[in-house]
């Protein structure tokens, strides 16, 4: 619908043109279709479209982060039930936690139209999986919309919640990282106000017993069978006529490096890729040679042409890992022998990245955990963050890592195997303890395990970009409120144990983290500092090497800080180190740990 008549009717308005990322495009497209209540956690590559929905006014739409993913989802829920139009956000894996809850509301439908807008990291880039909404969603029966440029995330959004409320049914509106973060310009319209509706006062609707659940079964399958005979004739579907020697079906960002690579191609657009439109799809292929499917990640549109009957190739000429691009969809093309093997590109640049491995930030307070973890040996069982990167070398202090929360559930259990080789510590960050990590704490103090969780606090959510959560005191647009405090959830679920230590002080925390292992059951020790990026950069007195004092011994570097590196001087036969001045942040770890007093502030004398 990017380019149909409601854009085109926008233009005629002489309404603004702007560049915009597919992320703000998405928000933008929620307002004007008129959504009041906005929820979700935050989680790359999805983040910006709730940061970009809190810059439209308070009096249009409500927008809050929430605690995790299903709480976002049942907060939109809750708004779809009073009649209003609502928006729920997160990334793939944030599609797992909210799943409880998604399988009953498809068969609940919508009162005010609901729309979960799912952004997929094809490639992985900041996940720890790589996974395909499009699958979820054909196993929670969800119609899945698909835009491939800016201009479409904004005006799919009013299209799916016009879906959302013609088929009582919550839409995913799919995204993936490309789209997310790439500008293209956007036509701008303007606000639609939509009326509220009154309450449903229906419990065989609302109240997902089982005996109401039977009866919906049935619903939700005839509407699975409206929605494709909906999709057969409505704009979202579009048929581009041309050469019928090869025909391509795509969709989603895909389709963009169709039209690069293949542009005389005739090409049938699928706007949505759940649902199908069968009798489109078969007189599509009647009309052309041969079908390819171009799709990224696994082939949900191919498969069910095979189920179908319908004779098309795709997965055979383009993988189902990573994502794609223009050069990989050439060259699939040329595989398939729908363009010669000339079409390759003909310069090959030979560049060869400088080896960049991942590191916590300089003056990061996660760094004196885990160096304090690798001197007491531990058996650490970490959790998703920024902290994560302290599974690599220098730190390499974490040994698993599963998904949000996992970790003090994984150390309950590596506790209560018998093996008694080292410690167990669980570390999780402030923002993960909220969203996952409550229910297993209180789980190890049921079951009294005789382990120690190091609550990672830098009072953040840093990892997606500095945003705000119950531990902050603050809303997603800055308004003060209650300030969860860390002890108190602790001791109310039953830790006897629990102390908070400065990040910054080595020494501190060693004895401290040593007494946490020493107490015979659940111990929660809080390593309590700010991030010192965000939301504003920290900084202070910047340290320098005196190079006369410096004895090589590499101590500093092993605080895996990228401020510090080797310099061009020598003592015994090892290279003396340096400090880059103008990115220390003055944290004072790595004096703390330099036995000759090499590391002092840049100003002393």
Same mark, same amino acid.
């Given at each position: 619908?990017?380019?149909?008549?409601?854009?085109? +009717?926008?233009?005629?308005?002489?309404?603004?043109?702007?560049?915009?990322?597919?992320?703000?495009?998405?928000?933008?497209?929620?307002?004007?279709?008129?959504?009041?209540?906005?929820?979700?956690?935050?989680?790359?590559?999805?983040?910006?479209?709730?940061?970009?929905?809190?810059?439209?006014?308070?009096?249009?739409?409500?927008?809050?982060?929430?605690?995790?993913?299903?709480?976002?989802?049942?907060?939109?829920?809750?708004?779809?039930?009073?009649?209003?139009?609502?928006?729920?956000?997160?990334?793939?894996?944030?599609?797992?936690?909210?799943?409880?809850?998604?399988?009953?509301?498809?068969?609940?439908?919508?009162?005010?139209?609901?729309?979960?807008?799912?952004?997929?990291?094809?490639?992985?880039?900041?996940?720890?999986?790589?996974?395909?909404?499009?699958?979820?969603?054909?196993?929670?029966?969800?119609?899945?919309?698909?835009?491939?440029?800016?201009?479409? +995330?904004?005006?799919?959004?009013?299209?799916?919640?016009?879906?959302?409320?013609?088929?009582?049914?919550?839409?995913?509106?799919?995204?993936?990282? @490309?789209?997310?973060?790439? @500008?293209?310009?956007?036509?701008?319209?303007?606000?639609?106000?939509?009326?509220?509706?009154?309450?449903?006062?229906?419990?065989?609707?609302?109240?997902?017993?089982?005996?109401?659940?039977?009866?919906?079964?049935?619903?939700?399958?005839?509407?699975?069978?409206?929605?494709?005979?909906?999709?057969?004739?409505?704009?979202?579907?579009?048929?581009?006529?041309?050469?019928?020697?090869?025909?391509?079906?795509?969709?989603?960002?895909?389709?963009?490096?169709?039209?690069?690579?293949?542009?005389?191609?005739?090409?049938?657009?699928?706007?949505?890729?759940?649902?199908?439109?069968?009798?489109?799809?078969?007189?599509?292929?009647?009309?052309?040679?041969?079908?390819?499917?171009?799709?990224?990640?696994?082939? +949900?549109?191919?498969?069910?042409?095979?189920?179908?009957?319908?004779?098309?190739?795709?997965?055979?000429?383009?993988?189902?890992?990573?994502?794609?691009?223009?050069?990989?969809?050439?060259?699939?093309?040329?595989?398939?022998?729908?363009?010669?093997?000339?079409?390759?590109?003909?310069?090959?640049?030979?560049?060869?990245?400088?080896?960049?491995?991942?590191?916590?930030?300089?003056?990061?307070?996660?760094?004196?955990?885990?160096?304090?973890?690798?001197?007491?040996?531990?058996?650490?069982?970490?959790?998703?963050?920024?902290?994560?990167?302290?599974?690599?070398?220098?730190?390499?202090?974490?040994?698993?890592?599963?998904?949000?929360?996992?970790?003090?559930?994984?150390?309950?259990?590596?506790?209560?195997?018998?093996?008694?080789?080292?410690?167990?510590?669980?570390?999780?960050?402030?923002?993960?303890?909220?969203?996952?990590?409550?229910?297993?704490?209180?789980?190890?103090?049921?079951?009294?395990?005789?382990?120690?969780?190091?609550?990672?606090?830098?009072?953040?959510?840093?990892?997606?970009?500095?945003?705000?959560?119950?531990?902050?005191?603050?809303?997603?647009?800055?308004?003060?409120?209650?300030?969860?405090?860390?002890?108190?959830?602790? @001791?109310?679920?039953?830790?006897?144990?629990?102390?908070?230590?400065?990040?910054?002080?080595?020494?501190?925390?060693?004895?401290?983290?040593?007494?946490?292992?020493?107490?015979?059951?659940?111990?929660?020790?809080?390593?309590?500092?700010?991030?010192?990026?965000?939301?504003?950069?920290?900084?202070?007195?910047?340290?320098?090497?005196?190079?006369?004092?410096?004895?090589?011994?590499?101590?500093?570097?092993?605080?895996?800080?990228?401020?510090?590196?080797?310099?061009?001087?020598?003592?015994?036969? @090892?290279?003396?180190?340096?400090?880059?001045?103008?990115?220390?942040?003055?944290?004072?770890?790595?004096?703390?740990?330099?036995?000759?007093? +090499?590391?002092?502030?840049?100003?002393?004398?």
């Amino acid at each position: 619908m990017g380019r149909n008549a409601t854009t085109a +009717a926008k233009k005629i308005a002489n309404v603004e043109t702007k560049p915009l990322m597919g992320n703000e495009a998405l928000a933008r497209g929620a307002w004007e279709a008129g959504v009041r209540v906005a929820a979700a956690y935050p989680g790359t590559p999805s983040t910006e479209i709730l940061e970009s929905v809190s810059t439209f006014p308070k009096e249009d739409i409500v927008a809050q982060w929430s605690t995790n993913e299903k709480v976002a989802l049942d907060v939109a829920m809750g708004a779809s039930f009073e009649g209003v139009r609502s928006l729920s956000v997160m990334k793939h894996v944030g599609l797992n936690v909210a799943s409880d809850a998604l399988m009953s509301m498809t068969y609940i439908g919508v009162n005010g139209g609901l729309v979960i807008i799912v952004c997929d990291d094809p490639g992985i880039h900041s996940s720890q999986n790589e996974q395909d909404t499009r699958l979820f969603a054909r196993f929670a029966m969800v119609p899945v919309l698909e835009p491939s440029d800016a201009e479409e +995330a904004l005006s799919y959004m009013s299209a799916a919640y016009d879906l959302s409320e013609k088929f009582d049914t919550p839409v995913i509106v799919r995204s993936t990282t @490309r789209l997310s973060h790439t @500008r293209s310009p956007v036509t701008l319209g303007e606000r639609t106000e939509v009326a509220r509706r009154d309450f449903d006062d229906n419990p065989q609707k609302n109240v997902m017993i089982p005996s109401h659940a039977r009866i919906r079964h049935s619903t939700l399958i005839e509407r699975e069978k409206n929605i494709a005979e909906y999709l057969e004739t409505n704009e979202l579907t579009r048929w581009e006529k041309a050469d019928t020697s090869v025909g391509v079906i795509t969709s989603s960002i895909s389709y963009g490096y169709v039209k690069e690579v293949l542009p005389n191609a005739s090409v049938l657009k699928l706007g949505g890729s759940y649902p199908l439109p069968e009798k489109k799809i078969r007189d599509f292929a009647d009309s052309v040679d041969r079908v390819i499917i171009v799709e990224e990640l696994e082939p +949900a549109i191919e498969n069910q042409l095979k189920i179908w009957n319908i004779k098309a190739q795709g997965k055979e000429f383009f993988s189902r890992m990573g994502e794609l691009s223009p050069e990989l969809v050439r060259d699939g093309f040329i595989k398939a022998g729908a363009l010669p093997a000339e079409a390759g590109i003909a310069d090959v640049f030979e560049i060869e990245p400088v080896p960049r491995p991942p590191v916590l930030c300089a003056g990061c307070p996660h760094t004196s955990s885990y160096m304090v973890l690798r001197q007491v040996e531990a058996r650490v069982a970490g959790d998703i963050g920024c902290y994560t990167l302290a599974a690599v070398e220098p730190l390499r202090a974490i040994d698993t890592c599963v998904s949000m929360g996992s970790s003090i559930a994984n150390a309950v259990g590596m506790a209560k195997s018998g093996v008694e080789e080292k410690p167990i510590v669980a570390t999780i960050g402030d923002s993960t303890f909220l969203h996952a990590g409550i229910p297993p704490l209180i789980d190890a103090v049921y079951n009294e395990a005789n382990i120690t969780v190091m609550l990672l606090d830098n009072h953040t959510v840093a990892m997606t970009g500095g945003q705000d959560h119950a531990g902050t005191g603050k809303t997603l647009r800055g308004d003060e409120t209650h300030r969860l405090n860390f002890e108190d959830v602790c @001791r109310a679920v039953g830790v006897k144990w629990v102390q908070t230590v400065d990040s910054y002080d080595l020494g501190a925390m060693y004895k401290t983290l040593r007494e946490a292992i020493d107490f015979k059951g659940v111990s929660v020790l809080i390593s309590d500092r700010p991030c010192v990026l965000d939301p504003v950069k920290i900084k202070g007195p910047a340290l320098a090497v005196i190079a006369d004092n410096c004895t090589a011994c590499q101590s500093c570097m092993n605080v895996g800080c990228p401020s510090i590196s080797w310099s061009d001087e020598w003592f015994d036969g @090892r290279h003396k180190v340096k400090i880059d001045t103008s990115t220390c942040v003055g944290c004072a770890l790595c004096p703390q740990v330099c036995p000759s007093d +090499a590391i002092q502030p840049l100003n002393r004398s």
